[in-house]
């Protein structure tokens, strides 16, 4: 890697909708263009071949072979409001440095061209349309889903707001996507096993899986002051219990849970609630763990029932992927672990159609979505070189042929 032209260019691109607060690149605005046109720029400055395809993603294409798929390396530019200077932004740098310093010096032999992308909207802050652009590479959009992103007060819909961008449905449907061989990604790992641990690299293995949904819990509307403690039925108390359980059970489980929202009607000081509402999100590696805390946790509920429950299944990566992005940490001399993505990236979607890799860098205290996320200097740059050695590898071998790894070899050493 050329460590000066990285720095410059992610600087750069970190710099654009930076305020005193944080990053304000939130996808479907000025800044968010802004940065996609920064980087299209960067790549037409150094000679590369730099498009915006119909769902707004950025490519840069470097294609010496004929007729060879793509070793696509990428991330994404938007933020979520007060955001980070990492997230995201640090993967797309870190992969144009990759793309360059192999174009400057090509591994041999070359069986793969190589390809960056920059995800548009993977944060879905605006219209809840997160992991849009990556969604729309792999074909995973349709018409109903794209009509139907709108904002939380359901008054604004991304079909509308859209095509100011240049995006339509149309667009979107009739996307032009080279072909895809491997995609990797580079990210900040927003949650602090690294950074504790002291371990410079993650290796990713597998995506976690989520259950969400609402429950309801029902009681007896009633007087605050002449209802008897013994006799009430108080929804809100319900629902309180179950915020306390699901935090004992998933914590137990190992898994995590969380609830971001309650709300009880009808919200009076001096009335017994006889609705109650709550939010929850559940994650964990395990698919079995996770589906068993769910269980468990809904049968500990009293008066509750499930609504707008949905799930998604966590996502393994690539084996023989994570076995040469740990090579690839131990020939730059670095320390890796083996460890679960709990937070969801472009990474996911890809990995449904091609094979795919994840590393992380630490994250100092495990903060991300905040302007307070930082990652050392020593530890990008070290990101980026496990990244662009890992690409080597891929281009110079049929991945198909990659060797077991040898004992001595160990992830997590
Ligand atoms: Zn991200």
């Known amino acids: 890697m050329n460590a000066t032209r990285f720095w410059a260019n992610f600087r750069h691109l970190q710099t654009i909708g930076k305020r005193k607060d944080g990053a304000y690149r939130v996808a479907w605005t000025e800044e968010d ?57 640090f993967g797309v740098a870190a992969a144009l440095e990759s793309l360059l310093a192999m174009r400057d010096k090509a591994p041999e032999p070359l069986c793969l061209n190589g390809a960056l992308v920059a995800f548009a909207d993977e944060e879905g802050v605006g219209f809840n349309s997160g992991l849009f652009g990556s969604r729309a590479v792999c074909g995973f959009l349709t018409r109903e889903i794209f009509n139907n992103f709108h904002d939380d007060s359901g008054t604004r819909y991304l079909a509308e707001t859209a095509p100011r961008f240049g995006i339509t449905w149309e667009s979107v449907s009739h996307l032009d996507v080279i072909p895809i061989a491997v995609y990797l990604e580079l990210h900040v790992e927003q949650g602090p096993n690294l950074d504790r641990s002291g371990i410079p690299v993650g290796v990713v293995n597998v995506i976690t899986g989520r259950s969400q949904g609402f429950a309801r819990f029902v009681g ?26 699901l935090n004992q059970i998933v914590g137990r489980a190992g898994a995590v849970g969380t609830v971001g929202q309650l709300k009880a009607m009808p919200g009076s000081p001096n009335v017994i609630a006889d609705s109650a509402v709550v939010s929850f999100d559940v994650r964990s590696p395990s698919d079995t763990v996770r589906n068993i805390a769910v269980r468990d946790w809904v049968n500990s509920w009293h008066g509750g029932t499930l609504f707008a429950y949905h799930e998604e299944a966590a996502v393994p990566l690539y084996p023989a992927i994570q076995d040469v992005i740990a090579r690839a940490a131990s020939k730059e001399g670095l320390k890796a672990m083996t460890v679960p993505s709990w937070a969801v990236h472009d990474a996911m979607i890809m990995a ?23 990652s050392h200097p020593q530890h990008c740059e070290e990101g980026v070189r496990v990244l662009e050695d890992t690409a080597r590898s891929l281009c110079a071998s049929d991945l198909r042929r990659q060797e077991p790894k040898s004992e001595d070899e160990g992830k997590g050493s």
């Open 33 to 89: 263009q802004m940065a996609r046109q920064t980087l299209l720029d960067l790549l037409h400055q150094e000679g590369l071949h730099g498009y915006q395809d119909g769902a707004g993603n950025i490519w840069g294409i470097w294609s010496p072979v004929d007729n060879a798929p793509y070793l696509v390396m990428g991330s994404h530019l938007d933020s979520v409001p007060r955001g980070g200077d990492f997230d995201g932004v």
């Open 220 to 245: 007896q509307q009633n007087h605050a002051g002449t209802t008897p403690m013994p006799l009430r039925e108080d929804a809100l108390l319900y629902a309180a219990n179950a915020v306390v359980r």
């Open 352 to 374: 449904k159609k091609v094979p795919t890799g994840l590393i992380f860098i630490p994250s100092v205290q495990g903060i991300s979505h905040a302007a307070e996320e930082f």
